[in-house]
């Protein structure tokens, strides 16, 4: 069972992870590894070099599974907060969605006959070229704007607002993919594979739902403050 209240510094990283497995992507995105032992979150977090507070503001807004906006979010790096999304597009791009089609190609027929099989390759490689555009304007824009304005300069013509209201939910394909294989990919094939891939092909769509979440709830409100502050 999830943890139901917050997390706090004094919490043991151990029994973060213990309490919540899917929060392990979160430590990967702010670069801290396992083995620390009996070390509370403050305590990993200072040894790694990471801000404690932006930590466990995404790991509680995370956890929490809504969109309410907690006072103690208001004070959070902006770098820290960065170099988890990019970690995150890092993760997406070269590793989840590559493994996913190795796993699909593993579980489905792509012989001549299967015309089903060769739609969801087709499908799912679109996807990932839509998936790959969103993030890689992210990187080399929105990113990069912002390091700028950490640094004091606003003299791009550039605001957040504009990502805001260009930044749809992208993980919508993967559910109309996940609904082709569930619906019409022909039986006969080998089921402990393909429930394999559609597992991770849920999970990967909550990730990125949760990702998605986490810039618009966390990241834009943090820039358009930074915004105000740097005229």
Do not use: W
């Amino acid at each position: 069972m999830y943890k139901t209240n917050n997390y706090v510094p004094t919490d043991k990283m151990s029994d973060l992870i213990c309490g919540n497995y899917t929060l392990l992507q979160v430590m990967s995105r702010f670069d801290l590894s396992l083995g620390f032992g009996d070390q509370t979150v403050q305590e990993v977090c200072r040894a790694n070099g990471v801000d404690c507070k932006t930590f466990l503001a995404v790991v509680n807004f995370i956890t929490e599974e809504n969109n309410r906006m907690a006072d103690e979010m208001q004070d959070l790096s902006i770098h820290a907060l960065m170099n988890y999304l990019k970690q995150a597009h890092h993760y997406f791009l070269d590793f989840q969605l590559p493994t996913i089609r190795r796993k699909l190609i593993e579980a489905i027929d792509c012989s001549v006959q299967n015309e089903v099989a060769f739609l969801i390759l087709k499908f799912f490689d679109a996807y990932v070229a839509e998936v790959r555009k969103h993030m890689d304007y992210e990187d080399m824009n929105v990113f990069t704007y912002v390091e700028n304005l950490v640094a004091g300069n606003r003299e791009s013509g550039f605001r957040i607002s504009q990502f805001a209201r260009r930044h749809d939910q992208i993980d919508a394909k993967l559910k109309e993919l996940k609904n082709i294989i569930i619906k019409y990919y022909p039986a006969g094939g080998n089921d402990y594979l393909l429930n394999a891939v559609l597992f991770d092909i849920f999970s990967c769509e909550q990730d990125l739902a949760s990702h998605c979440r986490v810039e618009d709830y966390l990241f834009v409100p943090a820039v358009l403050r930074l915004e105000k502050e740097v005229k």
